[in-house]
């Protein structure tokens, strides 16, 4: 198993930045894809980003695509998600997930996920 920890949500005006980023632990880190989802009460947990083992491919969301950005250091084993621009509709609790497989690809079960960190972003 993998074990992942996010940190780094906060209340940001809209408009501002943060960057989430994700510890992960349990198994070798690098060969698997991580990605990043997000919640609001009441609504299903939705895709935002993915990255495949390496971090040469990256997958967004439209929503998203020109303010958010995955990366990984799998020297560090950490993954991170630099949010840019935000809006008020980017309020949501993120969660980090770890891939059974090394790429992503729609539909890719993400079988480990952290406990989430909370974005409030203000108008």
């Known amino acids: 198993q993998v074990q992942l920890v996010e940190s780094g949500g906060g209340l940001v005006q809209a408009g501002g930045s943060l960057r989430l980023s994700c510890a992960a632990s349990g198994r070798t880190f690098s060969n698997y894809a991580m990605g990043w989802f997000r919640q609001v009460p009441g609504k299903e947990r939705d895709f935002v980003a993915a990255?495949?083992?390496?971090?040469?491919?990256?997958y967004y969301v439209g929503s998203v695509k020109g303010r958010f950005t995955i990366s990984r250091d799998n020297a560090k084993n950490m993954v991170y998600l630099q949010i840019d621009s935000l809006k008020p509709d980017d309020t949501a609790i993120y969660y980090c997930a770890a891939a059974l497989s090394a790429n992503y690809y729609v539909g890719a079960d993400f079988g480990s996920w952290g406990q989430g960190t909370q974005v409030t972003v203000s108008s």
């Open positions: 990255i495949n083992w390496s971090g040469s491919a990256t």
